[in-house]
DNA sequence: TGCGTCGTCTAGACAGTGTCTACTTTGGCG
DNA sequence: CGCCAAAGTAGACACTGTCTAGACGACGCA
């Protein structure tokens, strides 16, 4: 008797791992996040998802590296909506609905005492994927001369601080269990949204 | 011999604890602190914080409680620019040196994972209070007629947003690990604070 | 067929952690 | 002096991440 349902072929427990953490964490909390009581969950010894991790933090940069891809994809997708305005709109909002969405993925994504990016170059490499499709963004703003003429680098710094200040605040500022609020979380985010559109879209 | 020169008298062992915590975090990170470790630093038995804060947890708020209170002045300080545009700028480069100068404060104030802010009334008196300031802050740009008209609420917001998300990839961001990065990161927070204070700076 | 090797998993051990309980010590006050 | 509460010590417990050793099955090759 090997195993249980949960990975009925070698490769499954690695993901069903990954999902195992993920849950966890969603259900619990990030300080309840550990090994063995995932490899529980999974069904198998506390031993056996160092066959598919080196160790703990590994575990954590393969959920990074879901994450990263994750927002660099949703970036790209608001990168092509037309009008600056509203693609700074789409920029924030998507930002903030990655996070609200996965809010393991995002934590862990900006955790360094988790995961040294450092050390993992496929998660590091998904967060410059990431980063470069909001440079694109940026790059898209300062060609449609909006944003009061500032810097392709200054728009770039300042998108991403409002995205993700957005972001962190829902998930783990004065909001967070507050209030578990998640209208209120969404309606802090569309306002941010809206409030960096009209700012930002400005003639230069 | 009941102690050593860390804490020569009653109560000085509460701020010995405080003080020997954050430098182990700024020193070796968040993961490194344990109690044991800090009460060995300080020179005292495993138990001996214990006679001090209830858990691990509370010496997580007390340190959330001095960053929160030092958020605060910081944010009145900036609120008593005279020039909009300046007050602005102030507001986000306070914010941003707060969380490049006390590291594990600010972090700690911000992880729900070691501090539920429910459960410490006085950590969380200092979060209001601080956000309270902001509110203040914010409405003094109300009343400049500034921001391009958006709403007290969408100030505060927006404001916060940037100046957290700016705070938050200074410390945790592509910046951290990628280069240690002092004189980086100064000049990203001041570009997104220039960035926020020209784009706010427009008549509503 | 038999043999060896590799990937996967189990089991046991170790140091380190937070926290419970039980104790000793100490300083101040009636 | 006697007492007591505050402050500190020591030991134990369950739990953690990770090291080491082994077991088991599938596979290629003689």
Redesign the pocket.
């Known amino acids: 008797m ?2 249980t349902a949960a ?1 009925s072929k ?4 690695r993901q069903a791992v990954l999902d195992a953490s993920v849950k966890l964490i969603e259900s619990e909390g990030l300080a309840a ?5 995932v ?1 529980k969950e999974a ?6 998802p ?3 991790f080196a ?3 590994a575990i954590f940069a393969a959920i990074a590296h879901e994450g990263f891809a994750g927002l660099a994809h949703a970036t790209r997708e608001a990168t092509r909506v037309k009008s600056a305005r509203a693609r700074v709109r789409a920029a924030v909002r998507a930002y903030v609905r990655i996070a609200m969405e996965r809010p393991a993925h995002f934590r862990i994504m900006f955790r360094p005492e988790l995961v040294n990016l450092m050390n993992h170059s496929d998660a590091k490499d998904a967060a410059h994927d990431a980063y470069a499709a909001l440079v694109a963004l940026g790059q898209s703003l300062k060609d449609d001369r909006v944003a009061a003429g500032l810097s392709t680098q200054a728009i770039v710094d300042t998108l991403w601080s409002a995205c993700h200040g957005a972001a962190s605040l829902v998930l783990d500022g004065l909001y967070s269990g507050a209030k578990e609020a998640d209208p209120d979380a969404v309606a802090f985010g569309d306002r941010v949204a809206d409030s960096m559109a009209r700012l930002m879209s400005i003639d230069g």
Chains 1, 2 share one sequence.
Not at 33 to 37: I, M, N, V
Not at 43 to 48: N, W
């Open positions: 090997p195993r990975a070698p490769e499954d427990l996040l550990s090994l063995r009581r490899a069904g198998v010894s506390h031993q056996a160092y066959h598919h160790n703990r933090e």
